[in-house]
C-alpha cells in the first residue's frame, strides 16, 4: 500500500489488471470472428479451384488437355493471386479493427482515471464526464415537453373556438325541442293507448241493448282504446274548458249546440290531440287518435246512470273559427268530437259526427237550449291544444290568459 497515494497504487493496478483482461477477451473474439471469416474465404476459394478443375479436365480428352497448359497456367495463378489477396485483406481489417478498439479501451481508461483522480483530490467537484451528455438529455427532454404542452395548448385553443358553435347548436336543438316535442310525440302516440286504460270489453254489447252504468260521466271509444271522464255543464270560457281538459274531456256548449246526452240536438265534447311531453297533463294526447275513427264506429257516453251509444256518421276539418259548423238543425241526439289537426298544431280542427243508436232516439226530448241558428257565432273560436313554449311565454309578456 502507498501511503502517499492513499491506496491509488493498488487501484491503478486493478485497472490495469481489468484491462488487460478486456483486451485478452477482445483478441479472443475477433480471433473467432477471423476464423469464421477464414471459413467462408476458404470455402469461396476451394469453389473457384474445382471450377478450374472441372472447367479443364472434366470429360476432356487428355490429348486436348495438354494442348491447354497455359490456359491451365493462368487460371491457377488467378487462383493463388486470389487467395493472396483474401489474406491480405482479412489481415489488414483484422488489425484494423483490433488497433482501433485498442485505443479506444485505453482512451476510455484514461478518462476513468483522470475523473477518479479528480473525485479523490476534490470530492465537492462533479467532472463526470457525461454531464455534458446528460445536461443535453435533460434539455431535450425540456424541449419536448414544451412543445407538447404548446400543441396540447394549441389543440386547446382550437377546441375552444368551436365552443361557442357548439353552445350555439345545443340551445337552438333545445329550443326546436322545447317547441315542436309534440310533432314527434303525437303521432306516435295516437297509436298508444292515450289514456293507459285496461280495453273496457264492451266493443262485444249488442249497442241496441241498454245497459246500467255507475254514476260516473264517461266517454269510452272501444277502437281507440279511450276510457276518460267527461265534465259536462260548465262555463265555455277559455280557461274554464282548459282546465276541465286537464282532467279528461269537456263539453263545449254554444247556443244552438248545447244539448245533453239522450236530448235532440248537437251534444259537443273536445278534447286535446298533442301537447308538450314534459307537460304534467296526462290527458294531452287523449284525442290523437281522432282521426283513426271511420262511419259505424261506436262511441259511449256512460251519463247519470245511463250509457248512450253512438254511431260516427261522417268526418270533416274546418277552420278553428267556424264554429258555426256545430250548429244545425236536426230531429235526433247527435254528438260532436272536436280535437286540434294536424297533430301537433292547433292549425285546424277535426269534428267527427256520430249519431244516437241506444236508447232508441225516437222517445227523446228536444234539449233545452237548442236555439234556431240565428244566434251569431262567428265571433266563437273552438277550444285548442295546450299553448306551446313560445306561445305560453308570449302571453305571459302579453298579460295574455
Request: aromatic share 8%.
Amino acid at each position: 500500500m502507498d501511503q502517499k497515494s492513499g491506496g491509488q497504487l493498488e487501484q491503478s493496478q486493478s485497472r490495469k489488471t481489468a484491462a488487460e483482461l478486456a483486451r485478452k477477451k477482445l483478441l479472443a473474439a475477433y480471433n473467432s470472428e477471423a476464423k469464421k471469416d477464414a471459413r467462408s474465404g476458404i470455402r469461396d476459394l476451394g469453389k473457384m479451384a474445382r471450377k478450374i478443375y472441372a472447367g479443364t479436365y472434366k470429360n476432356t480428352p487428355i490429348s486436348a488437355n495438354i494442348t491447354k497448359q497455359k490456359d491451365i497456367a493462368a487460371d491457377w495463378k488467378k487462383y493463388h493471386s486470389a487467395w493472396q489477396n483474401y489474406y491480405q485483406k482479412y489481415y489488414s481489417d483484422y488489425y484494423s479493427k483490433a488497433a482501433k478498439s485498442y485505443l479506444e479501451n485505453e482512451k476510455l481508461k484514461a478518462e476513468r482515471h483522470t475523473h477518479d483522480t479528480a473525485v479523490l483530490e476534490n470530492p465537492g467537484v462533479a467532472t463526470d464526464p457525461t454531464a455534458a451528455e446528460e445536461e443535453g438529455i435533460i434539455k431535450t427532454l425540456k424541449q419536448n415537453i414544451k412543445k407538447r404542452a404548446l400543441a396540447k395548448a394549441g389543440n386547446s385553443k382550437r377546441v375552444r373556438k368551436f365552443i361557442p358553435l357548439f353552445a350555439g347548436a345545443l340551445v337552438v336543438l333545445l329550443i326546436l325541442f322545447l317547441q315542436y316535442n309534440r310533432l314527434i310525440f303525437a303521432p306516435i302516440m295516437a297509436y298508444v293507448s292515450p289514456g293507459n286504460s285496461e280495453d273496457s270489453g264492451i266493443s262485444a254489447i249488442d249497442p241496441t241493448i241498454s245497459t246500467a252504468v255507475s254514476g260516473d260521466n264517461r266517454l269510452i271509444i272501444p277502437k281507440l282504446n279511450v276510457d276518460v271522464p267527461v265534465n259536462f255543464g260548465i262555463s265555455n270560457d277559455t280557461d274554464t274548458i282548459n282546465m276541465a281538459m286537464e282532467n279528461g274531456v269537456a263539453q263545449f256548449s254554444i247556443p244552438g249546440a248545447s244539448a245533453m246526452p239522450g236530448e235532440i240536438g248537437n251534444l259537443v265534447i273536445t278534447g286535446h290531440s298533442a301537447g308538450d311531453i314534459y307537460s304534467n297533463n296526462q290527458y294531452k294526447f287523449i284525442f290523437s287518435g281522432l282521426e283513426r275513427l271511420n262511419a259505424g264506429d261506436l262511441v259511449y257516453i256512460d251519463y247519470n246512470g245511463t250509457r248512450y251509444t253512438y254511431s260516427v256518421t261522417k268526418k270533416e276539418t274546418v277552420e278553428p273559427t267556424n264554429v258555426a259548423a256545430l250548429v244545425y238543425e236536426t230531429n235526433k241526439p247527435m254528438l260532436t268530437l272536436i280535437t286540434c289537426t294536424p297533430l301537433g298544431t292547433s292549425r285546424y280542427r277535426l269534428l267527427v259526427t256520430a249519431e244516437q243508436v241506444n236508447p232508441v232516439p225516437s222517445g227523446a226530448s228536444q234539449a233545452e237550449h237548442v236555439d234556431d241558428g240565428s244566434t251569431q257565432t262567428n265571433n266563437e273560436v273552438m277550444p285548442e291544444n295546450e299553448p306551446t313554449f313560445f306561445e305560453r311565454i308570449w302571453r305571459w309578456l302579453t298579460g295574455q290568459s
